[in-house]
């Protein structure tokens, strides 16, 4: 029998593909039962072994995807593999795409304005049968509490959180038991990457799993964060050495 979770450096990774984590969603959506999803990478897992606080906000998510190839091949390392990267980006899309079919409200929370703005007006003009439950950018104070009063009297189905790896987390779970309903996802530059303001790497790239590099010639600026991938390689493969 397959596990529901893989945990890798104690993160429990929902063991899932992406077709499959949709459908999940989609009945949760129709039950709207209120749910919490994390798209992790390893600078995600690293940084929750790190700090604790932010290790016990990934507690309250009840799924946490691998987005990431990073993730993908530590769990092939220590003999528990995962079907396939699930990263934000895609879910984002997919769930687009499912708000458009079942006329769905989706509210847009991060990135600047500018972002922000061609964002919901791209979503719009792309998936016409979506509701608009509302929009903010990322800047705002996070001792008012307006917000979160939008957000709940609205009472949108999605909530795309693009406010970036940790911000992004920390809100939702220090928000979520506020709202009655709602499907929050933390998915960091989507919006960038949906509005054009960013291009992905070209499908090949992807394919070759060496989307985070692509990023990185592109925004080389990235290098320092990109240090933490051979570090998370090392740590996963220290812990299996030890447990034999």
Do not use: C
């Not at 769930?95 to 979503?123: I, M, P, W």
């Not at 792309?126 to 509701?131: A, D, F, L, S, V």
Request: hydrophobic share 45%.
């Amino acid at each position: 029998m397959t596990s529901k979770f893989v945990h890798i450096l104690g993160v429990p990774f929902v063991n899932t593909s992406q077709k499959d984590f949709i459908s999940t969603l989609q009945s949760r959506i129709a039950k709207q039962e209120k749910t919490f999803v994390v798209t992790a990478n390893p600078e995600i897992v690293m940084h929750s072994l790190e700090d604790d606080q932010y290790k016990q906000t990934l507690a309250k998510a009840q799924y946490i995807t691998a987005d990431g190839i990073g993730i993908v091949k530590a769990a092939a390392i220590i003999g528990k593999p995962l079907p396939e990267r699930v990263s934000g980006y895609d879910l984002m899309l997919d769930l687009l795409e499912t708000a458009d079919k079942n006329r769905s409200s989706v509210f847009f929370l991060g990135a600047a304005e500018e972002v922000l703005q061609a964002t919901v007006k791209k979503a719009k003009q792309n998936y016409p049968g979506i509701q608009i439950a509302g929009s903010h950018n990322g800047f705002f104070d996070w001792n008012d509490h307006v917000l979160t009063q939008q957000i709940k009297n609205a009472a949108p189905d999605i909530v795309f959180v693009a406010l970036g790896f940790p911000r992004q987390e920390q809100w939702i779970g220090a928000n979520i038991d506020k709202f009655d309903k709602g499907v929050f996802i933390g998915i960091g530059g989507s919006f960038d990457v949906f509005s054009g303001t960013v291009k992905r790497a070209p499908e090949l790239w992807q394919k070759m799993n060496l989307e985070w590099f692509y990023r990185l010639v592109k925004q080389p600026s990235r290098w320092k964060r990109m240090l933490v991938l051979p570090k998370f390689a090392a740590t996963v493969i220290g812990r299996k050495a030890l447990r034999k």
